[in-house]
């Protein structure tokens, strides 16, 4: 499955924008300076583009559990998407900062709330002014439509889920997050670093070249050449952000068996008597 076009083709729908629904979202962003993504959008981004923020469009309100980042309300998603002239034939072409895992995410929940036609334009916002195309400071004012979502309920686990399936061995659960991250040796973000136990480490840029671009079929076949095709892959990371381009790499191969963790690693250590797995006692 490809989930992705190119800049010479998203310029040429816009051209033609009158006739053709198609609504670009932005969705630059900064764990450590979360405005840092909308001030880069005022700052210029691709005619027409809508900017979708991390932390208010992507995520829902976070709780004791759940995660650092867990899915938005159904119904407030569906009006944002909305509000976005988004509809459920609209085709909606997502865009980050080069190839980074915020396009990923919004990716998977318009996948995950029902909507069909959706694309990431591969190397981003970086590929669309390496073409040489327009930038525009000009904030939209999209026509509204009506989206009503369709909840793939099979694409998430939950934690007990998670529990169980290790706990039987049999799935596979992923940490999307950095080797570094993964072992504990370093943890910016939360405040018990390590990961989940029996969960094994496929960092995201990995599925990614060394220039940023996505690599192809042959490459990630080989990446994930130890994970079974005909079985369950749970996939995880800090907060259900960064496992989104492992999803789109294992999916894009041809792994049909493919769900996210939401809450992941920051919803596991919300509960303390869950033990957490490191270099040192795994």
Request: with cysteine; net charge negative; aromatic share 12%.
């Amino acid at each position: 499955m490809d989930f992705f076009v190119t800049a010479d083709w998203v310029y040429d729908q816009i051209k033609e924008s009158a006739e053709t629904d198609i609504v670009l979202l932005d969705t630059r962003f900064e764990l450590t300076d979360p405005e840092a993504g909308k001030q880069a959008y005022f700052q210029g981004h691709i005619p027409g583009a809508v900017y979708f923020d991390l932390n208010q469009d992507l995520s829902g309100e976070k709780g004791e559990h759940g995660g650092s980042h867990p899915l938005p309300d159904p119904d407030t998603f569906a009006e944002k998407l909305g509000k976005a002239g988004i509809g459920s034939q609209t085709t909606v072409v997502i865009y980050d900062q080069g190839n980074d895992m915020f396009a990923a995410r919004c990716w998977w929940l318009l996948t995950y709330y029902g909507h069909e036609r959706t694309f990431l334009l591969d190397g981003g916002l970086e590929s669309w002014e390496k073409h040489g195309y327009p930038m525009s400071r000009e904030i939209p004012a999209p026509k509204p439509k009506t989206f009503l979502p369709d909840i793939q309920g099979h694409q998430v686990v939950d934690i007990d889920y998670v529990k169980q399936k290790m706990a039987d061995s049999t799935s596979h659960l992923i940490d999307s997050r950095s080797h570094q991250r993964y072992l504990g040796k370093t943890e910016p973000l939360y405040q018990n670093a390590g990961h989940i136990p029996g969960a094994i480490n496929y960092f995201w840029k990995q599925v990614l070249t060394d220039d940023g671009e996505w690599r192809n079929e042959e490459e990630l076949t080989n990446h994930f050449a130890a994970l079974p095709a005909d079985e369950e892959i749970i996939v995880s990371c800090g907060s259900g952000v960064s496992a989104c381009p492992n999803i789109m790499a294992l999916k894009k191969v041809g792994y049909q068996d493919v769900k996210l963790y939401p809450g992941s690693f920051s919803d596991w250590i919300s509960y303390p008597e869950n033990k957490v797995a490191t270099e040192k006692n795994e």
